[in-house]
């Protein structure tokens, strides 16, 4: 009877300790999906063509065109779902948080779960110009990736509808893969035209 009941002791132990350590990983994944930042984006001077974000093209960045800073909105793209925008809609158009600036911040952004796309656009029209595109992750999984990828292509269909499929491909599959930490760390993560800064909350 007592060799029942000790063996009945092991079994109850390691079944509390199996829940205690499911309850703790499900707690950490939790967190991880609300961690907080603040973005900040910094957009080059101009476009890799030498050509201004916005104005009028033959003015280029100087005083008479009052309008070649972009305005810059960031996208989260999660896997299986639309691009989630943070712009400031105002009746049929779309605004920056930040018209007309090169750096804009958007304030207490939940980054997850990773891994997790980023678009910085220039809001425009007709026809939103893509400033850069970014996957942050915190791990080397890679069928993660090709979702946040396949997310990233539809992403580019909404927010780029006039360019040619070709462009928007290229869009999602350049989109560079940095770890989560390295942007987090104090240091800017540079892309192609522009860098960012991620600050937690």
């Known amino acids: 009877m007592s060799g029942i009941l000790k063996r009945l002791g092991v079994i109850v132990a390691v079944a509390l300790f199996a829940s205690s350590l499911a309850q703790a990983q499900q707690q950490k994944q939790e967190q ?9 984006v910094t ?7 030498g050509s201004p974000w916005d104005g009028v093209p033959g003015l280029g960045n100087s005083k008479l065109n009052l309008n070649a800073a972009p305005d810059i909105a960031v996208c989260l793209v999660r ?7 943070l712009w400031r809609p105002q009746g049929p158009r779309l605004l920056s ?5 090169w750096t804009c911040r958007f304030d ?5 779960p990773l891994p997790i796309g980023l678009v910085f656009v220039d809001i425009d029209a007709r026809n939103h110009d ?20 396949d997310s990233l292509r539809v992403a580019m269909t909404v927010l780029t509808p006039q360019r040619s499929e070709n462009t928007q491909e290229h869009l999602a599959r350049d989109a560079k893969l940095l ?3 390295d942007c987090a760390s104090g240091k800017p ?13």
């Not at 993560?189 to 909350?201: A, D, E, I, N, V």
């Open 32 to 40: 991880k999906q609300e961690q907080r930042f603040d973005i900040t």
């Open 130 to 149: 893509i400033i850069d595109v970014a996957i942050l992750t915190d791990n080397n999984d890679a069928k993660a990736t090709d979702d946040i990828r």
């Open 108 to 112: 207490n952004v939940a980054l997850g």
């Open 97 to 101: 948080k930040c018209q007309n600036a």
């Open 179 to 181: 770890a989560l930490s």
């Open 189 to 201: 993560c540079r892309l192609t035209q522009s860098q960012f800064t991620l600050t937690k909350r």
């Open 79 to 85: 896997a299986h779902a639309k691009p989630d925008c």
């Open 43 to 49: 957009a080059d001077a101009t476009k890799t063509n």
